[in-house]
């Protein structure tokens, strides 16, 4: 199957700094791109959904300005987590679809993000 | 809005057992995917099996098969001579317009 790259796969930061992270499709394009997030020993909460040239879209109650997406080019989107809280600290997904169907979705494996 | 239950918050099987993990969902869709996905400790998200919903056949991937209940809303899935790889979250999950919503999983743990 296609791979997504996902870096860094853990960050310890302190409380007010940001950080990014990057989901890279390696051997596709990818017009959209989902982010994720998993608190400990819970289910998956989709976050935005990224697409490559315009303004990602937010599900609600995810804060658009402390969750900056971007998707500058069709492999790679990055999330910015602005001011980060130890609120924040959680395990976050992306994945990537290939073409226009779900069958070709596929995830990254993650980045472990711990705030002080 | 979908939404996706997984009632069993933990299974444990005996390798070369079989085992069904259960799932069901909600919608007022008639057209829709689902999926099963396994995260093993890991924690890479790995597809298992997926169902179109307007196929009545059930889906099947070598030992894994599932028991999709469209009036039921249900969608079971099935490990046939589990394997100690097997060890892993499962998630039950819903296509909704290619976003996914996943259920709150199931810790399955196959014994030696």
């Known amino acids: 199957g296609a791979v997504v790259s996902q870096h860094p796969s853990r960050v310890i930061c302190k409380s007010g700094t940001s950080v990014k992270i990057e989901c890279r499709s390696l051997?596709?394009?990818?017009?959209?791109m989902f982010w994720y997030r998993q608190f400990p020993k819970q289910s998956l909460m989709l976050m935005a959904t990224s697409n490559e040239g315009s303004k990602a879209t937010y599900e609600q109650g995810v804060e658009k300005d402390k969750f900056l997406i971007n998707h500058a080019s069709l492999t790679l989107s990055t999330l910015t987590v602005t001011s980060a809280h130890p609120e924040d600290s959680s395990f976050y997904i992306c994945?990537?679809?290939?073409?226009?169907?779900?069958?070709?979705?596929?995830f990254g494996s993650g980045t472990q993000l711990s705030v002080l | 809005a979908q939404t996706v239950t997984q009632s069993q918050p933990e299974m444990s099987v005996q390798e070369a057992e079989t085992v069904t993990l259960s799932c069901t969902y909600d919608t007022s869709e008639s057209n829709y995917y689902l999926f099963w996905y396994k995260q093993p400790p890991s924690r890479q998200m790995i597809l298992v099996i997926r169902?179109?919903?307007?196929?009545?056949q059930n889906a099947t991937e070598n030992r894994f098969s599932v028991n999709f209940q469209k009036a039921a809303k249900s969608f079971s899935l099935k490990i046939s001579d589990s394997q100690l790889g097997d060890t892993a979250m499962y998630f039950c999950?819903?296509?909704?317009?290619?976003?996914?919503?996943f259920g709150q999983g199931t810790r399955l743990t196959i014994n030696p």
């Open positions: 999950a819903f296509d909704r317009a290619q976003k996914l919503v």
């Open positions: 051997d596709f394009q990818a017009t959209t």
């Open positions: 994945s990537a679809l290939q073409g226009a169907t779900n069958e070709k979705l596929f």
């Open positions: 169902q179109e919903a307007y196929k009545q």
